[in-house]
Each structure stands twice: as C-alpha cells, then as structure tokens.
C-alpha cells in the first residue's frame, strides 16, 4: 500500500430523477487499496459503482482517476480512463451468446494484438484461476449463480486491469468458494498491484481483506464513516458497528 | 365525563370495539371478542371521526380480546400510522405483550422513500395522453439511435465495426427458414382472398381471367411485403427486443459500454443486417405462395386453365412490380429490426421492462410499416412506378 491518491471521490451525489440515492461522498482510495464499500441494501452500493465505471454520470460532484476528472474529460480519454478498469458486475453480467471462453477472450481480441493461440492459453489460466478450469466450452445458462459470478471475475481479470472494481463477489457462494475469493483478490494485489474496489457484505471478508473502506448509511444517505475497516469495528461510528456486528453491539 | 362509543358488526360477530375519554385528551379504545382475520373487521378508519384535534394520548384495553392475529395488528398498525400522522402518542402499554413486539417491529425500520413511481391506477383519457406525450418526448430518442446505427453502418463499411459473423449468420438461419412456414399460410389465405375479391367483381364485367393479374401484383407490389412486415415485426422485432432487453437486465449491455465495444456495432448491427437481408427474399416467397393460392382457386373454382392463369399472370408481373415489392419487403424489415432494437436498447431493469420492451417492439414496428408504406405508396404513384 502506497500513498498515492489512485481514485479520490470528491462532494460525490448521485440520484434517479428527484430521489437522491446518496450524496456528498468524499473519499480517497490509494494504489493498492482494497477498498470496500458497505451498507445495507438498496443503499446505493450499485449505483456508487455505476459511478465509478462510467455507466451513470452522478448529479453532482467529481470522481478523480489519477488526478483525472472522469466525467468531465472528453470522450476519447474516458474511453482510455475506462480501460485501465476491470468490472465485475453483481449478476456476472456475462454475454450469453457467447461461451466462457470466448467472454474471457473478447476484451483480449479486442484489445490487444496477441495471437490466438496465446490468447486462449490466457483464457484458460484466468477461468483456473477462479476455479473454472474445463468450462471454457460452457455458455453462460449452463452455469449456477455462484459460477457465472466466477466467470465475471475472469472475464474482469482478462486485460490486467489496473484497477478491479467488484460488486458482491461472495454473496451466494459458498464459504470454501468465497474465502477462495478472497484469496484470490488479496493476491491480485499483492503481486500486481492491483486496486480493488469492492462491495461485500461478508463480515469476514471485510475484515480480512479491506484495507479502507465506506460506509453508506441508508437512512441519512450519506457516508457515515470511512478508513480501515478493522478499526471501524473496534471504535468508529455506533451504527457501523452495529451492521458489522449484525445489530448485537 | 365520559362519552362512550360502540361498534359491533352484524348481530353475530364476535369483534367489539368501544372507544371512551378517559381524560380530556386522551382517548381509550376497548377491544372485545375475537379479533381474526376471517371475520368481517372494521377498517381503521371507522374511528377517524373521533380522533379530533385535541386528542393527545391513545390507550388500549384488550383484558376481554379473544384470539387475535395479523387481522388485529393491521388495524392496529393502521390506526397507529394515523395517529402518528396527527401527533396523537400511542401508548401500546394495554396491548398483549405478542401485538406489542410485532408493532414494534413493523415500525423499526421505517418507511424508505424510494424513486418516484409512475405508477397508480389512472383514468383511460389521462393514459392515452401520457402515452402519446410519451411517445413524441421519445422523438429525439428515436432519431439519437438511429444516428447511432448510421454511425455503425459507417464502421461497418469502413471495416472497423466489432461483431462477429458467426452472429450474423444465427440471425439469418432464426429470421429466414423459421419464418416460412407461418409466411406460406399466412400469404396463401391472403392470396385466396384476392382471388375470391377478383373474381366477385371481375365477373359482373365477364373479365374473370384477369384474376391472375389482380393476384400477382397485389400480392407481389404490396400484400406480399406488408404481410411478410407484419409477420416479422410480431415474430422477430418482438424478439429482437426481448433478446436485447433480458441483457439490459443482466447488465451484459453494461458490460459491453464498460469495455468500450460498441453494443450497436456487436449486437444491433448483425440483427438489422440478417433482417435486411431475408427480408426481400420473405417478400419474393411470399409472392409466390400467393400466387399459388390465386392459380389453385381459379383453376378449381372458377374454371380458367392452368396455361391461361400462368400466361395472363407472366405478362401482368413486369420488372417494376418486382422492384417495388423487393424495395418495400427491405424498408419494412429495417423498420421492424429498428424498433425491436430500440426497444430493447431502451429496455429497463426488470422481467416486466423486458414484455413492455417487446409488446412496445411490435407496435412500433407496425406503426412504422403503415407510415412508410403510406409514403412508399404516394412516392411510387408520383414517380410513375
Ligand atoms: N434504475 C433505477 N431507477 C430508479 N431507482 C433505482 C434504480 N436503480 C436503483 N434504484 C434505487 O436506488 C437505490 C440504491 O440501489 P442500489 O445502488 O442498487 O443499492 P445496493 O446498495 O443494494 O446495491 C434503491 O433504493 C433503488 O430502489
Ligand atoms: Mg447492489
């Protein structure tokens, strides 16, 4: 963990129509940070992602990528900012025409100049690596839940993205799956430095792998607290430790 | 001072409810008997009346309640709800321990405001014109797509648009062979129709043979594609967005934005190409079983030869009836894969967003055939074609 500011979220309100999902959100998520975003549901964990990705233009404030004013640069560096991130989505959200390794491969053809055969050896060290090696002929409906958010997260991996923004790896796996998860988040960062923006509810997960994180609170709408996770829980604000504790403290 | 007050349901009901001021501002409610959801319980609003201004407090008595259930503690939750809203305290104190815990619970997380819903019954007039506001408000949105696909098709030519033909392809083989069979009966009865009309009003001029004439370019200038359109808008178009819109839902759109492919260029293109492509086949085929169903009705009803249909129908059908029809048949399909796409592009995030999204495909398909088959129509007159 350096300290060097990768995606700061400055006065950040976001909303659908007149309803105000969550506003004035101000954090910084250094390189290398694993970062969790919590809060109950329909807080607008999603919708902060859809922010940060680029799908939904948030109605006011600013979402900085290195110093970069995402949304209000031109479309061409966008595209560019965009680039640098991988996305798994909360559904997996992979294409279902396409089998798991042509989803993997698509970004990898796409974007980048590799020869098939290097291409497909790519593919099938990321499916191995989530623990789906010999489904590369699998087409998206022939998959549980548990798998298709496995395959998203390769599909995520495909061009080594700088930074990983995941939302909900673990619910609906199960706990040997999830902690595998983990494992596997924790090395990304380790050994490629990966930043990791993640939205998990997992008690263990957070603890175990958030090295920052946000708390959006359903009632204010609004941030509650932010910074380590771990600490949170031991003092930090009442209401965080009482989600993190499931309402027992 | 005490003023009481008493309701009962019909003679046999087991529910009371009597509701007495125990202090000027404060108001109790005495419930008696058995307050279940199979009987015929008062709604909360029986003792709006008396919840006045000056009241403070609310208190219950139940010493004498029977059985009770979630029939009890809707009304409870109900009155409870009004009370709030008048700043009236409830004090649950005189509630079984049971009802009380649940209330409580039923209030502990309150009510969340969520986005505003379009929703709600309203009368058929305000529906109509909200459509039609509707409709004309999605205009620019409409025009934006397509400036979009036209954008698309440039990359195309230019051999930089990002789709697979192997999709393509899927798309030709589940438009064009799939739809043959639903296309023959559907052009054979329409065919038989003309025939039968022909004949009823050529025969008062004694010129049945010219049914072969009338068959032919009815069906191959104009019934032919606009049968073929209206078949494909309810079998494709609907399709078309109901494919698009289930990957609204599972964000797989999202995932292509975020990765910057273009969605248009990997999912619309190759659908508005397969349509353009069988379409004017469809539309020749069609003409065709047409035709037939003309010659089989003639032949076997009306009495006129094989040969004579067959030279009278060669001589009617010149080159321009076929070029009207081809042109028409490949409009109509662009027509039905547009708005099966826009829809599905603009489909939300929901099982029910994915019917509307296909229910609205067929429509606007059609919507759009009639107009541009009106304007096909007066432009190949003016024209001479
Ligand atoms: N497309 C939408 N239109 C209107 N409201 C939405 C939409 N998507 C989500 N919401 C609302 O925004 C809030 C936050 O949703 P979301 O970000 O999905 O929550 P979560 O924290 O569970 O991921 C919810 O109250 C939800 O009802
Ligand atoms: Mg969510």
Redo the contacts with the bound molecule.
Sequence with gaps: MTNEPHIKIDNLTM???D?V??HDLNCVINKGDIFV?M????????????ALVGLQRPTAGTIFYSGEDFWNVPQEDQERLKRRLGIMF?SGALWSSLTLAENVALPLIEYSTLPPRRIDELVSFKLALVGLAGFEEFYPVELSGGMKKRAGLARAMALDPEIMVI??PSAGLDPLTARRLDDLILELRDSLGTTIVV?THELASILNIGSNSVF?DNETRTMIATGNPREALKSGDPRVRHFLTRGEA | MKTAHSITGNQEAAWHLETRRIEPDAMQVVFTGRWCIDQDLPSSAALHAELTEDLRRLTFRTDALGAWDSGFLAFLAALRKFCVGRGIVVDQSGLPAGVGHLLTMAFAVPA?K???RTGGRQTLLVQVGTETIAFFRGLPEMLHFLGEITLSFGRLLTGRAQFRMSDLWLEVEEIGPRALLIVSVICFLVGLILAYLGADQLRMVGAQRFIADLVAIGMVREMGALMTGIIIAGRTGAAFAAQLGTMQVNEEIDAFKTLGISPIDFLVLPRILALMLMMPLLTLYAGFIGMLAGMLVSTTIFHISVFEYYTETIQALELKHFLVGLSKGSVYGAMVAYSGCLRGIQC??SAEAVGEAATSAVVTGILLITITASLLTIIYYQLGI
């Excluded at chain 1, 809060?39 to 859809?50: E, F, S, V």
């Design positions: 909303g659908y129509g309803f999902v969550q975003i809060g109950g549901n329909g807080c607008g964990k999603t919708t902060l992602m859809r909360q939302d909900e939205v959006l | 969340q969520v986005s505003d939300g995030r």
